[in-house]
Nanobody
Framework: QLQLVESGGGLVQPGGSLRLSCATS????????IGWFRQAPGKEREGVSC???????NYADSVKGRFTISRDNAKNTVDLQMNSLKPEDTSVYYC??????????????????WGQGTQVTVSS
């Protein structure tokens, strides 16, 4: 069964760090790109980062220099290391599988399968 499951969310103070993990199953991870998105209440879903099957990466301007995406094909996981967190990073974070032959340009319509999300709250 095709599945993506996020974990690692929680409450953190501004300036702190969290590491999100996306566990994948039901497909061969090394054949696909994976993206991370987030959505805050009342806002549209926003692309955060994407890692192509080649390992090349793409980041939203709002997280460049603070977030790092990585993949471990042997473990079937894609992680998002988030440092220097800000209150505006508060959202539900989702991982998603990139459609074959699509580019990592963080457009939600290019992703065909989504996880259920994990809440990240940045607050003092």
């Amino acid at each position: 069964q095709l599945q993506l499951v996020e974990s690692g969310g929680g409450l953190v103070q501004p300036g702190g760090s969290l590491r999100l993990s996306c566990a994948t199953s039901g497909f061969t991870l090394n054949s696909y790109g994976i993206g991370w998105f987030r959505q805050a209440p009342g806002k549209e879903r926003e692309g955060v980062s994407c890692i192509a099957r080649s390992g090349s990466t793409n980041y939203a301007d709002s997280v460049k220099g603070r977030f790092t995406i990585s993949r471990d094909n042997a473990k079937n996981t894609v992680d998002l290391q988030m440092n220097s967190l800000k209150p505006e990073d508060t959202s539900v974070y989702y991982c998603a599988r990139l459609r074959l032959f699509s580019r990592c340009v963080l457009s939600p319509s290019d992703f065909d399968t989504w996880g259920q999300g994990t809440q990240v709250t940045v607050s003092s």
